[in-house]
């Protein structure tokens, strides 16, 4: 299932305070404001950005330019700049460069409990990271079933019908030196448009369920470098019956590729079926190593389907 992740301001400034050095300056009473990922997925609003009175930010960033156009204003101006500043849903402002916050922004922030915060840190710096905090944070989340490794450097995620052998392969995979990331459920964040990053619920971490091992802590058993806390999806293999693909995947390395879309981003797919003396972990390998090939533009059917066209040309 997929879910809309929030973020109290509360629980940002409590995060990002000591990295950030913020400094809670007014507005108090706005701690439970929230951002969502409804939220940054609505193009008329920037998730940060420098001042702007036409298109609300959820979080404005005021630095030395923002607030020298506001202590150019006349009273009267500078009052209804303010007024029509937080008359926008704001969650927050932040004030950077160690910059002196005007009375009026101070008495804004606290009439429409909008917390307020001061940070010596730039402007550039305040929104790159603060960005790629809220990122992870409000990125759409998915739980899928399956086991998650890292395969020579590739995001790897093994699915398959219950017993069809998805973690004795993952098993195979890590005494090869391949690690481990999640076993049975994966959570999967969409934290750019094309990305999805893998992760392992944190009850379950290092553990891997073996039939007839029982669950085994990966971790204690072949050390540190077998296990990774997360990493980018980029193929999926779905361990299937022969049955499902045709006879003809028992007698060659037939593995169909297709997609599968996640959270709207399309993965590749391959399909490897499943029979007695196959080595599922070297295949599982070829797929990835295949896949790598296919990234840096080299496709061995294309290749092959231009050497068969120039044999049949040259005997024509």
Sequence with gaps: MDACTQVSVESLFRDMAEPLTLRWAAGRTGAGRTLSCETIQQPSLALIGHLNFVHPNRVQVLGSAELGYLRGLTPSALQDAITQLFSDELAAIVVSEAEAVP??????????????????????????????????????????????????????LIK????????????????RGHRLVA??????????????????????????????????NIRFLFGEMAVKTQKNLKLIVELVHPQEVGEVGLNRLDMVASTETILGVAIPKVRIPVAAGRNLAVLVEVAVRNHILKRRGINPVEQFIKRQQAAIEGNA
Excluded: N
């Design 160 to 175: 398959g019908d219950a017993g069809v052998g998805k973690s004795e392969l993952a098993l195979e995979l890590i005494t």
């Design 183 to 216: 076993d049975d459920v994966v959570d999967l964040k969409h934290v750019a448009p094309d990305t999805l990053e893998g992760t392992c619920p944190a009850l379950i971490r290092d553990f891997l369920e073996v039939r007839g091992l029982g669950v085994l």
């Design 103 to 156: 009375e009026a922004l101070l008495e804004g922030a606290e009439r429409s409990a909008t917390p307020l915060f001061t940070s010596p840190l730039a402007s550039p710096v305040l929104m790159s990271r603060l960005g790629h905090y809220l990122t992870q944070r409000l990125a759409e989340v998915e739980s899928i079933h399956g086991v998650f490794l890292e395969v020579l450097g590739t995001g790897v």
